[in-house]
């Protein structure tokens, strides 16, 4: 399996754009997550999906952001308008089942917003 | 509230010089304690799952061990590419999510 794959590895863009990242998680797994990693507050969970479904959200910093699962092999995170503050390092990671179970991670996004 | 607290924030060994990173928590209803290695540049990447106390799991160098309240990751006898980033998670409390700690940079000299 090529694991999880994440696009773009980077993303330069100036505060104000729209900005996506895509995710696409190893086949067969059900739940899918998208992190955000910063020197300050380390690995942050901003949503979760199972079966293509959001079920938590409460880690999304604000109504700027938004994440899409239209189908199980696919999800993007948006960010627009983008602000300097989101520059940081974004992950998607997949796990069979949620609980107990080993989410696998994929390289990252790193996000740099001037 | 639920917390994850690993010290030290780094660690300088030499090659062959044993030692230990901390992972403490503080979280109701643990369900599983994760390590992860984070490579610069890379996503954090799956070493053990422990669920109850007085578990041990081992890879090579390496060796976790699990109690009520913290978790230690052992290394012995270090090589430089055991050199990374190390994070614990917990699952568990209110929100029943991955709680990651800060993680300990690691760093072995030759």
């Known amino acids: 399996d090529a694991g999880v794959i994440q696009s773009p590895r980077h993303e330069v863009t100036e505060m104000g754009q729209e900005v996506t990242l895509r995710c696409k998680p190893i086949?067969?797994?059900?739940?899918l997550f998208w992190y955000r990693q910063t020197m300050m507050r380390g690995l942050e969970l901003l949503i979760y999906?199972?079966?293509?479904?959001?079920?938590?959200d409460s880690g999304m910093p604000e109504d700027r952001f938004s994440a899409k699962m239209p189908n199980a092999s696919f999800s993007t995170l948006k960010i627009q308008p983008s602000e300097p503050r989101d520059s940081a390092v974004y992950f998607c990671a997949s796990s069979f089942l949620k609980y107990q179970e080993t989410q696998y991670f994929g390289p990252g996004t790193r996000l740099l917003v001037l | 509230e639920d917390q994850v607290t690993q010290s030290p924030e780094a660690l300088r060994l030499q090659e062959g010089e044993s030692s230990s990173l901390n992972c403490s928590y503080t979280v109701s209803g643990l369900r599983g304690l994760f390590w992860y290695r984070q490579d610069p540049g890379k996503g954090p990447e799956f070493l053990f799952t422990l669920y109850s106390a007085g578990e041990e799991k081992e890879k090579e160098r390496l060796k976790a061990t699990l109690t009520k309240k913290e978790s230690f990751l052992h290394i012995t006898a270090p090589k430089p590419e055991d050199s990374a980033t190390y994070l614990c998670?917990?699952?568990?409390?209110?929100?029943?999510?991955?709680?990651f700690g800060k993680g300990t940079k690691l760093s072995v000299k030759p």
């Open positions: 998670a917990v699952y568990g409390g209110s929100q029943g999510n991955l709680i």
């Open positions: 999906f199972n079966n293509n479904v959001p079920i938590d």
């Open positions: 086949s067969g797994h059900n739940s």
